[in-house]
């Protein structure tokens, strides 16, 4: 079993839609939690942080559902320039040899 | 605050050549890393240093790859002999105190 997974999609979607992307982890200890974006043959930069409570930027909602090991990043109103690889990541272990393990990727094309 | 900088950006070697990759971290960064990035996947972890001494290197291919960090700031990854299945993106990231890792925008290796 991968450590996080990922529906890699492709997610095309039309303007102004609303896309929700799933990721589950393996590992219940992991302490915190991400969501890169990647645009095309490009690095991957932080999106945003997921938080226990579950948190909101802008358009971007994010959540934790530890009991299920399970994170969610929804996008509402989507713009042509959200096109890119959503990257869902687990932080682990904690202390000084924190590492970042990355799902595989959903990628979403918003379409005019 | 200029970013983590890494060359070359593009190399292109036969199948049992050297190659070798360069990484400036972010100033005063004191963590490292370098991830392997194979198209359609996510980075995945080689190696990861603190200053200068090496945190977590288990899924470093070490007959193959090796990789340094002297003087605790910039960094060389080495591929020698290089194989087909070494074709990807190598992406160095650095972290300061906080949590986030920022990402330089990666070597892409073609090995033929």
């Known amino acids: 079993r991968k450590e996080v997974e990922q529906d890699p999609g492709p997610f095309n979607v039309p303007e102004g839609a609303t896309v929700a992307f799933n990721c589950t982890y393996s590992n219940s200890a992991s302490q915190s939690f991400f969501w890169y974006r990647q645009d095309c043959r490009k690095e991957p930069k932080l999106l945003m942080s997921v938080y226990s409570s579950g948190n909101e930027d802008g358009r971007f909602t994010a959540q934790l559902n530890r009991a299920s090991q399970y994170i969610s990043l929804l996008i509402r109103d989507s713009k042509l320039s959200d096109s890119a690889t959503y990257l869902c990541?687990?932080?682990?272990?904690?202390?000084?040899?924190?590492?970042?393990?990355f799902g595989s990727g959903t990628q979403l094309t918003v379409l005019p | 605050e200029a970013g983590v900088a890494q060359s070359p950006r593009y190399k292109i070697i036969e199948k049992r050549q050297s190659v070798a990759f360069w990484c400036n971290p972010i100033?005063?960064?004191?963590?490292l890393y370098w991830y392997q990035q194979i198209l359609g996947q996510g980075p995945k972890l080689l190696i990861q240093f603190q200053n200068n001494g090496v945190v977590d290197d288990s899924q470093l291919p070490k007959d193959r790859f090796s990789a340094e960090r002297l003087k605790g700031v910039d960094s060389t990854l080495k591929i020698q002999p290089a194989k087909l299945e070494d074709s990807a993106v190598y992406l160095c990231?650095?972290?300061?105190?906080?949590?986030?890792?920022?990402f330089g925008p990666g070597t892409r290796l073609t090995v033929t």
């Open positions: 990231a650095s972290r300061g105190a906080a949590q986030e890792q920022y």
């Open positions: 990541v687990v932080n682990w272990p904690p202390g000084s040899a924190r590492q970042l393990t």
């Open positions: 100033s005063g960064h004191a963590t």
